[in-house]
């Protein structure tokens, strides 16, 4: 553990726009093999429906079904995993959940429309998808947090009704992710996973409904067949790995901040942990505590080769350089860990989520804080933002003209039309001027 | 012209469904060799920036420059073309300008946080994207109205700077594009187009700057170069051949009718114009208008093969029946040419843009109504929007825990952290518990 050594960057050097560069860079790769694999599964679920559907599940995920209907957990199963956990995790799921409908339920958007001088009705009309499907991963990434981040803004949203998907590979639940289905308003559970699950949930089966949008996370297989339907359904962001940026003025405890960017790292060995400070002392006294705290983390090998890789500790002439470096990555996470967080920021222009202050842990916004642990990854937070009740809804556009309206604002498409030579969009619009 | 037949559907047939599924079925093909020139455009702009953009659009646009200088026009050119304008058609284009800019602040998203009894402060910060690129195709299909829908909304929503790209093959500038980017607020253009525009604003270049999202319509190079910029920058929605869906009580001039399917068949041979109407009768008045008016059409030959391939009459029971069918379908554009619309709307579930009333005729939205022109096409109004003000605004979430805050909700953090089998994040939200 002793030879772990962090890169140490410092925004006066000559060459750290491409020393930070480097750190930075990620691609994702697409793996030709994986396209092949995943296309010929869509092509056959789509084809032959349940009985693809449970061959593959029996293939990949080592059960031996004979039909769909065995794949499907009913609503009471739901409710008794509820029932039956112990009680600090029912009442954290429990108080997680109702913080997160809280801070979701201000999301909502709602339709608008106004009326002109001429009677002229124009507005907005918003109304939710009607079913959406939930993709959670089985095994060890089987995280009942994302069932509550997915499910929940849907449900606020309106979603009429949520099938989630969770492979079960040898058969084995998760009793927390099933509790917290049952918590977030899923209506109903398919045992499926894999490009099999995302197939099943875009062209429908005889038994899987047919949803209009997919969400959630998955391995490189359910990632290929999500970017591989979108058109047919909406999806969510294919999400690189994890990050955090932590701008600290030096004062938080070492320890924390260490911990902090090690809650980022213990993710996967992709994962990114980045400190920025002004303050040289501190950076040392940061890298004293990783070095101390690592060897007692139950995850310490990913964690280690995390930080070894893409970890970079920068040290900046001062707060605003900081703010800057910030936001020309827009990071995923960034935690202020200063006195006045709120005097930052203004300052900052990207980020998918902002921790303020030193209280705030970044680990209190993957559970429980309210605000969705979905987040734009990879700098994409310059130009998206994190899954929401929005993400659930959709707007169509209400245009209802008087005749005076049509009569007045037919004479302007109409020079407008001709101008591009589209008499027919120009004979259409004259046809409702009076004069 | 007497033999074009337009394909009838009864509601009551018993393979209603399957003749529907016929007439709507459409795929985009992606083409393997189209791929490969793009990668290699792609690439080539990445490594070589300038230069590359130069030599190809000297190559495809047949132009003789020899650097990027040449190829950008200044703002004062712009605002020449504005001056210079035939004075109706001016007048229109500042008319349209004013009315889409109007419907579009409406569109505008604030930021928002609340305060909980510990002191905890949960939030949303709205910010504009720094910078975006628009594309318009030149030749004929350079629409003006196309850069007053996608520049305005990008304008409105406070981006700082909004570049425009636009090919101009033998030099050839259309002055209604240029009138129409300075009237929308374009900051810069560049007389470029292809998979090498889309290049140079994903990667920048030394004279391009990089941008955080390209949006705007284009060929199958350019469609194909923005999917594969994808996740680089964002981009708006890849868009499939234009429909109409117009549900008709009987009661409209078939000539209105007729010539409102034409609008939508003159866009090209694969756009879609469906009637749907419970009245046997108009749906025989409307093809005779369609015969009688198709030979007076400048664009004659477009709408007879579009209407021949694509076009459907459909008798329905009724009106809700009629509704049922276009939710099923989620069109583009919906007309309901009806007495009462706003009986009607609450039943209406997915549509791109709903046009209310006999007077409301769907040109009217192409061009100055006010709401976009640019919709979802192809059902995925099932899951998508209008394109809109919030898609140049993006949300970071706000999470400030107060010390109390921090200490109550660390206790519900750390449980579920410790189920997950992730203690660096229970241990990062423990060091923030006070007892």
Known sequence: MSELSITRLNSSQDDFKEQLEKILAWESVSDVKVNHIVDEILAEVKLNGDAAVVNYTNRFDLTSVTTMAELELTKERLAQALDTLPEDQRSALEQAAQRIRQYHEKQKSDSWQYTEADGTMLGQKVTPLDRVGLY????????????????????????????????????????????????????????????????????????????????????????????????????????????????????????????????????????????????????????????????????????????????????????????????????????????????????????????????????LGDYCAGPNHVLPTSGTARFSSPLGVYDFQKRSSLIMFSADGASKTGKIASVLARGEGLTAHARSAEYRIKD
């Open 136 to 363: 959670v991963p089985g095994g060890k990434a089987a995280y009942p947090s994302s069932v509550l981040m997915n499910a929940i803004p849907a449900h606020v949203a309106g979603v009429k009704e949520i099938i989630m998907v969770v492979p079960t590979p040898h058969g084995e639940l998760n009793q927390l992710v099933l509790a917290a289905a049952s918590l977030a308003g899923v209506d109903r559970v398919f045992t499926i996973g894999g490009a099999q699950a995302v197939a099943a949930l875009a062209y429908g089966t005889e038994t899987v409904p047919k949803v209009d949008k997919i969400v959630g996370p998955g391995n490189i297989f359910v990632a290929t067949a999500k970017r591989a339907v979108f058109g047919v359904v909406g999806i969510d962001m294919i999400a690189g790995p994890s990050e955090i940026l932590v701008i600290c003025d030096g004062k938080t405890d070492p320890d924390w901040v260490a911990m902090d960017l090690f809650s980022q790292a213990e993710h996967d060995e992709d994962a990114q942990s980045i400190l920025v400070t002004p303050d040289a002392d501190f950076i040392d006294k940061v890298e004293t505590s990783i070095r101390r705290l690592l060897p007692t983390m139950e995850r310490k090998e990913i964690i280690e080769v995390s930080l070894r890789n893409r970890a970079a500790l920068i040290l900046v002439k001062d707060m605003e350089q900081a703010i800057e470096i910030s936001n020309s990555i827009a990071p995923e996470h960034l935690e202020l860990s200063v006195e006045n967080p709120e005097e930052l920021l203004p300052l900052v222009r990207h980020a998918g989520a902002i921790f303020m202050g030193r209280h705030t842990a970044e680990a």
